[in-house]
């Protein structure tokens, strides 16, 4: 256990990876953590994208717990790991949540027969941490490793990974240079640029991923309360040859519309708020489409995502509405438009999907016009580099793991188990 493991980013994959070796006795003092954005304490609300917990342990809070959603673990590891890794990430965030009592877990189990002539409904256990909770949780968590001697370098962005001189290179005011026996490369969202430079300059081989592009959808929550009294975090789905939707990270109750920037660009997300205070009695959720067959769908995502845009907003439809307020009570930075016409030329004609999905809804829960869409969000999945089913490192750099966003997980639970599976290979 003398090995000098560095991790670059400090999302739920880094936090969970440092976690699992730290509990096992590896020398707290013999890891560094570096992440660009703030730690915990100074970390402001809406800094959603960069910092301790990376997004989804900042601003959701919804762990699910099934290997067919958020990306390919059980490919990795089987199963049966797959389901013990996805519970030790619960167990985590239980651990240090201030009221571990007030977790709870919806599990719905029968489709109900309403759903059935128009969408599949997926159903599996989701634990709610409650969002509110998410910054003392982060804190908490922050102080056990720091306690344990684990070093953290805030707001430094690395410019450069030496792979065969196994030197991390980043830039903060001067030039910083920092040796590695281990490398956890485990960026979000926000990373996923350098990620995909890495890939080129190294011409790592890798696998292409599908587009996946949508829209955040709001509405009054009593339209859908029949559907949400089953499955508090529902998935609605639709398979077509080429496209799938599905609707996911459905918030309720005192539910916001997230304001993201990636890439330059303004996308959307949505959170929850706990607290009768923060109560709108909305609900909102994203539309996503996984279209395959189109030729460099990285590359074309980013475009189409940047032509959604206007005055530096991205966009906002409603029959009736009016662009909603943010839980600090600030206008959603959107810009609204009157007709979808732009939007449909510019995907090509795949947003037809989505409207015949809304159309679909309306059937079932009878909304009529009174309901919004944030244009665009986006999963953005560039190529996934190919890595060693044993333990996620490079098939060309045995001792650089990729993890959480970075080899395509999607979500909270599946990120935080790739970084827990690579810490039990460093500590065999």
């Known amino acids: 256990m003398n090995k000098k493991i560095v991790i ?12 699992k070796l730290v509990d096992n006795r590896y020398p ?5 953590i570096i992440d660009k954005g703030n730690d915990p304490i100074n970390r402001l609300p809406e800094e959603v994208m960069t910092g301790m917990l990376g997004a989804g342990g900042w601003s959701d809070g919804k762990l699910t717990y099934h290997t067919a959603i958020g990306g390919q673990l059980a490919k990795y590891c089987g199963e049966d790991k797959a389901m013990e890794l996805m ?19 919806s599990d719905p189990q029968e489709e109900p027969e309403f759903i059935k002539p128009y969408f599949g409904l997926r159903m599996f256990p ?15 968590w922050y102080q056990y490793l720091v306690d344990k001697g684990v070093k953290f370098a805030w707001n430094v962005e690395i410019d450069e990974i030496d792979f065969k001189g196994q030197m991390v290179i980043g830039k903060q005011g001067k030039t910083a240079m920092l040796p590695y026996d281990e490398l956890i490369f485990a960026v979000g969202k926000s990373g996923i640029d350098f990620a995909q430079s890495l890939s080129n300059n190294y011409k ?27 499955s508090y975090d529902f998935k609605l789905y639709q398979k077509f040859d080429n496209v799938s939707l599905r609707s996911f990270c459905t918030n309720n109750n005192a539910a916001y519309v997230a304001v993201e920037e990636t890439y330059g660009d303004i996308t959307y997300n949505g959170h929850a708020k706990k607290g009768e205070e ?9 539309i996503l489409m996984e279209i395959k067959g189109i030729e460099n769908p990285f590359e074309w995502s980013r475009d189409v995502v940047n032509k959604l845009q206007f005055g530096g907003k991205g966009l906002y439809y409603s029959p009736s509405r009016i662009v909603s307020k943010t839980s600090e009570g600030t206008d959603v930075t959107a810009f609204q438009i009157d007709n979808l016409d732009g939007v449909r030329n510019t995907m090509n004609g795949y947003f037809e999907y989505i409207e015949n999905f809304i159309d679909q809804m309306n059937k079932v829960f009878n909304f009529g016009d009174d309901w919004g869409i944030y244009v665009p969000e986006v999963k953005y999945l560039s190529p996934e580099p190919l890595v060693n089913y044993n333990d996620l490192s490079l098939t060309e750099y045995p001792n650089v793991h990729f993890v959480g966003d970075a080899l395509s997980a999607r979500g909270i639970t599946v990120s935080g188990a790739h970084g827990i599976y690579v810490a039990e290979s460093l500590l065999k």
């Open 8 to 19: 670059v980013g400090a999302g739920v994959a880094g936090i969970n990876a440092a976690t």
């Open 87 to 105: 519970k030790e990430v619960v167990d985590n965030f239980t651990r240090f949540h201030p009221k571990p009592d007030e977790i709870f877990m």
């Open 204 to 230: 790592l081989p890798t696998e292409p991923k599908s587009v996946q592009i949508g829209v955040r959808y709001e509405a009054p929550q009593k339209y859908f309360q029949k559907l949400i009294d089953i």
């Open 126 to 140: 989701v634990w709610h941490i409650g969002s509110n909770y998410l910054h003392e949780i982060a804190k908490a």
């Open 278 to 286: 923060y109560r709108n009695n909305m609900t909102n959720f994203g």
């Open 28 to 32: 707290g003092h013999l890891i560094t």
